[in-house]
């Protein structure tokens, strides 16, 4: 049976919830924010503790005295729910112990008023990028004012359960030496897999805002190489058309990347991108190279493979002569 007197207390603190299975009701998140409902809690009588969970940021717990104070919720709700309840924790089995989370400064770009001076700096930015108010809502793109990030743009990456697994901080400010700072975890992770159909055709591209500007079932690297966790997906999954498009500095990785999964059996596409990044062509542009590539045959494979070593050798040629 639902504890209606601790549904109360925690309604008053956070907003009304909206019910959903099983006890349990869904809240706008005080933690990350999300523009959608995506904390939720339980309030049955008969589970032990109020578990609660955020999909999102990956923020949970059992106990609703540690989430309200995390929540800085006023001392007098504090001292009423203590009332009714534990304030022991019940420990979640293989509980991550270091969940990521959003920066506490993080703020929505698509709830930003028309006086916040900052915030409108940062989407006049992400405009200048070409994205779009249904991108920022998508993505749910933010942005920091103070603290570590501070004056950055924000742009999380969800897992497939709608879980917090990355994010990218780009700063906005053109006066900044600092241009990314990003959060010191391991990027062994699946990209954008939230958005992911495992059943169409994959596009591979550097970074996030490359994959922002291809928008259709593209995965950024976060770096130049496809990482453990991604490449087993990819490896595993339905998709049997993959495109590599990277930038021109990283041909040799994309030449590499383009044998592995055609060993794999893949049907692989190298993406010549004329020496733009994605997100510097835009859209329509990168979507009509993407159309018109055709699949690498393992001829063109192994001329590829010649042609970098010769660029190579030339290379290294015309630095010993000098």
């Known amino acids: 049976m639902v504890n209606n007197l601790l549904v109360n207390i925690v309604n008053s603190v956070l907003g009304v919830g909206k019910p959903t299975a099983r006890g349990n009701q869904a809240y706008h998140c005080p933690f990350c924010h999300h523009t959608k409902p995506k904390l939720e809690i339980n309030f049955d009588d008969a589970v032990k503790g109020n578990p609660w969970h955020c999909w999102v940021c990956?923020?949970?717990?059992?106990?609703?005295?540690?989430?309200?104070?995390?929540?800085?919720?006023?001392?007098?709700?504090?001292?009423?729910?203590?009332?009714?309840?534990?304030?022991?924790?019940v420990k979640i089995k293989d509980q991550i112990t270091l969940?990521?989370?959003?920066?506490?400064?993080?703020?929505?770009?698509?709830?930003?008023?028309s006086s916040d001076i900052i915030?409108?700096?940062?989407?006049?930015?992400?405009?200048?990028?070409?994205?779009?108010?249904?991108?920022?809502?998508?993505?749910?793109?933010?942005?920091?004012?103070?603290?570590?990030?501070?004056?950055?743009?924000?742009?999380?990456?969800?897992?497939?359960?709608?879980?917090?697994?990355y994010f990218v901080a780009r700063n906005f400010n053109p006066h900044s030496p600092v241009k990314y700072k990003n959060p010191p975890l391991s990027k062994d992770i699946v990209p954008f897999e939230l958005f992911i159909n495992w059943s169409s055709?994959?596009?591979?591209?550097?970074?996030?805002?490359?994959?922002?500007?291809i928008k259709r079932n593209a995965i950024p690297l976060l770096g130049k190489h496809i990482q453990k966790?991604?490449?087993?997906k990819i490896v595993t999954s339905e998709v049997k058309k993959i495109y590599i498009a990277l930038?021109?500095?990283?041909?040799?990785?994309?030449?590499r990347f383009c044998?592995?999964?055609?060993n794999e059996g893949k049907e692989v596409?190298?993406?010549?991108?004329?020496?733009?990044d994605p997100s510097e062509m835009g859209f329509e542009s990168v979507t009509n190279i993407i159309q018109n590539t055709h699949p690498l045959s393992e001829y063109e494979l192994m001329e590829r493979k010649l042609q970098l070593i010769w660029v190579k050798e030339t290379s290294s040629n015309l630095i010993t002569e000098s």
């Not at 596409?269 to 733009?276: A, F, G, I, Q, T």
Request: with cysteine; aromatic share 8%.
């Open 201 to 213: 055709p994959l596009i591979l591209c550097e970074g996030p805002f490359d994959a922002l500007a």
């Open 259 to 262: 044998e592995q999964l055609m």
């Open 58 to 89: 990956n923020k949970k717990g059992t106990n609703l005295v540690t989430l309200l104070k995390q929540a800085n919720a006023p001392d007098d709700k504090i001292f009423e729910l203590k009332k009714h309840v534990s304030f022991k924790e």
């Open 119 to 165: 915030g409108r700096q940062a989407l006049k930015y992400l405009k200048q990028r070409g994205l779009t108010k249904a991108d920022i809502l998508r993505y749910n793109i933010g942005y920091c004012e103070g603290g570590v990030y501070d004056q950055m743009i924000i742009i999380p990456s969800y897992s497939h359960e709608g879980s917090l697994n």
């Open 269 to 276: 596409y190298l993406v010549d991108l004329n020496e733009k």
């Open 247 to 255: 930038d021109k500095d990283a041909q040799q990785d994309a030449v």
């Open 99 to 113: 969940a990521l989370e959003l920066p506490k400064e993080f703020k929505p770009l698509s709830e930003i008023s």
């Open 229 to 232: 966790e991604l490449m087993k």
